[in-house]
C-alpha cells in the first residue's frame, strides 16, 4: 500500500488552512469616514497645496516616513508605478542601461523600458537570492546609470557592497521593497539606503490598501520629481517654478483617501504581522532543516528577513528524487488557502527568470534595447544567469506557510507532510 497522497495513500490534512486576511474594523471606519465625507480625492493636477492630495494621503504618507524613519513617503497607486516614478526621477532616457535582478516580478524591470532605457540583468547572490555585487560589476558598462535591487522574498540584498559599487560608478540605487516593508539591513529599514526605495500595497502583499504604492527618499531633489511624475509634472513645472524639467512630465499615479485611509490603519499592523511571520517562519526552520537536502533561508549577520515567502533550497541528490516531482507530492498531501482555493501555498522555483520572457526573447519594444540611441549589446540568451537558472529551474521551493494566521496545529501539518513526502521518497522514484 503506499503511503503518499499522491501515489493513493491518505493525505495528511484535507482541511483547507486559513485566508490571510489583515482587513478589519479599524479599516472598515476609516473608509466609511471618508465616503461620509464626500471627498474620495483632493489631487489636483495644477500648482496649487492640493497639488500634494487631500489630508488623508498626506497624513498615511507622514505616518509612514516616520515608521520608516526618512524624509519623504510618497504615496502611488501602485509599486509598479512607483517603479516607473524612480527610474524618471534618476533621469534614465533612451541609450542608458540599468542593471536589474533576473529573479524578480516583471514591472522592476519593465520600468528602465518606459523611459526608452535597457535593463541589463544581472545574476542573483546564492544565499539572500538578491542582486550578486560580482554580477553587478561584470554588467556595469559606459552606459550603466542605475542599479535595481530587489529584496527578494523579503530577505535584504547585500547593501554594503552594492551602494560601494553605485559610489564608484556615480550610479542611481532603486530597491524594489515590495516584498520587504520594515526589514533592515544593519539596523537600516530597507528603501531608506540606496537614493530611492518603493513599497508595493497589492493584496498579496503584508500589507495592503487593494491596490497601491509608496516610495521613500531622503533626498529633495528626487522628492520633487517624483511629486512631479506622479501628478502631470508638465502642468507644474513653470507655475512652481522648476529648473530641471528633463523627465518631469507626469502621469496620474495618485492614491485615493479611501486608500489612503486603508493604509494608515494597515500600517499599525505591519510590525506585528512581521512578527508572526518571523515566529512561524522560525518554526517551519527548526523542523524542515533537519531533512537531509532542505535548506532554509540564509539570513546575513544583521539583516532581518520579514518572510514575503520562505524559500527552501532543494538537494536533488540528497533526497533522491527532483525538486517538481516532490513538491507536486507535497501538494497532494497539504492543501491550498481558503479564499485562494486554486492557488497553491507552495510553488517549485519562483517567475521564469525575466529575460526568458518573450518581452526580452522577441525584443519586442518600440524604443529599448532596438532604439537607435541605443549603442550597447546587450544579451537575454539561455545561460547568462545561471545562479537563477539553477535556483529557478532545480533548486528553489517557496512557500507562505508562515503567514500570520498559521496555528500550532496547521505548522504542525505542514511539518508532518515535509517529512512524510521525505521518508517515503522511494514512491515517487
Ligand atoms: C508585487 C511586486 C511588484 C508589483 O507591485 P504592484 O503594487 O502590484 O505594482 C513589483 N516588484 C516586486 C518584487 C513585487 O513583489
New binding site residues.
Given amino acids: 500500500m503506499p503511503k503518499l497522497a499522491i501515489k493513493g495513500g491518505t493525505p495528511v490534512r484535507t482541511e483547507l488552512f486559513p485566508a490571510y486576511n489583515t482587513i478589519g474594523s479599524e479599516e472598515k471606519e476609516a473608509v466609511m469616514k471618508v465616503l461620509d465625507s464626500g471627498n474620495l480625492s483632493q489631487f489636483l493636477g495644477a500648482w496649487h497645496k492640493d497639488f500634494y492630495g487631500g489630508p488623508t494621503v498626506q497624513q498615511f504618507e507622514s505616518d509612514w516616513a516616520s515608521a520608516f524613519n526618512c524624509k519623504y513617503a510618497i504615496s502611488v497607486n501602485?509599486?509598479?508605478?512607483?517603479?516607473f516614478s524612480a527610474i524618471g526621477a534618476c533621469g534614465i532616457q533612451a541609450g542608458d542601461e540599468v542593471i536589474v535582478s533576473a529573479y524578480?516580478?516583471s514591472?522592476?524591470a519593465l520600468a528602465p523600458i518606459i523611459y526608452g532605457a535597457v535593463p541589463v540583468f544581472a545574476d542573483v547572490d546564492d544565499n539572500n537570492f538578491g542582486l550578486c555585487p560580482e554580477s553587478i560589476e561584470r554588467c556595469i558598462t559606459p552606459r550603466t546609470k542605475a542599479i535595481l535591487v530587489?529584496h527578494?522574498f523579503g530577505n535584504p540584498a547585500k547593501m554594503d557592497e552594492i551602494m560601494r559599487i553605485a559610489k564608484k560608478h556615480n550610479l542611481c540605487v532603486i530597491e524594489?521593497c515590495?516584498?520587504a516593508p520594515l526589514a533592515s539591513y544593519k539596523d537600516q529599514e530597507v528603501g531608506t539606503i540606496g537614493d530611492i526605495g518603493i513599497f508595493?500595497?497589492?493584496y498579496?502583499?503584508h500589507i495592503h490598501t487593494g491596490?497601491?504604492?509608496v516610495l521613500t527618499t531622503n533626498n529633495d531633489e528626487l522628492a520633487e520629481r517624483i511629486y512631479l511624475i506622479r501628478n502631470h509634472g508638465e502642468n507644474i513645472v513653470e507655475p512652481k517654478g522648476v529648473e530641471n524639467v528633463f523627465n518631469s512630465h507626469g502621469f496620474n499615479f495618485r492614491m485615493t483617501e479611501m486608500e489612503a485611509a486603508v493604509g494608515i490603519q494597515q500600517l499599525k499592523k505591519l510590525p506585528g504581522l512581521i512578527d508572526q511571520r518571523i515566529g512561524n517562519a522560525a518554526k517551519l526552520e527548526t523542523a524542515l532543516s533537519k531533512i537531509e537536502g532542505i535548506q532554509t533561508p540564509v539570513i546575513e549577520e544583521g539583516s532581518k528577513h520579514v518572510f514575503?515567502v520562505q524559500a527552501l533550497r532543494f538537494d536533488q541528490e540528497k533526497i533522491g528524487v527532483d525538486r517538481n516531482t516532490f513538491v507536486n507530492a507535497l501538494k497532494a498531501e497539504i492543501p491550498s488557502a481558503v479564499l485562494r482555493e486554486d492557488t497553491p501555498l507552495i510553488g517549485a522555483g519562483y517567475v521564469k527568470p525575466l529575460y526568458l520572457q518573450p518581452l526580452y526573447q522577441q525584443r519586442a519594444t518600440h524604443c529599448s534595447f532596438n532604439c537607435e540611441k541605443y549603442k550597447g549589446e546587450v544579451d537575454y540568451s539561455k545561460g547568462i544567469c545561471p545562479n537563477v537558472e539553477k535556483l529557478h529551474f532545480h533548486e528553489l521551493v517557496t512557500h507562505e506557510y508562515m503567514r500570520p494566521g498559521m496555528s500550532d496545529k496547521d505548522i504542525a501539518d505542514v511539518i508532518e507532510a515535509f517529512n512524510k513526502v521525505a521518508l517515503n521518497v522511494e514512491e515517487l522514484r
Avoid: C, F, P, R
Wanted: no cysteine; glycine share 12%.
Fill in positions: 501602485s509599486n509598479t508605478s512607483g517603479l524578480t516580478m514591472a522592476s530587489v527578494i524594489d515590495a516584498q508595493s500595497l497589492n498579496h502583499k491596490e497601491g504604492g514575503y
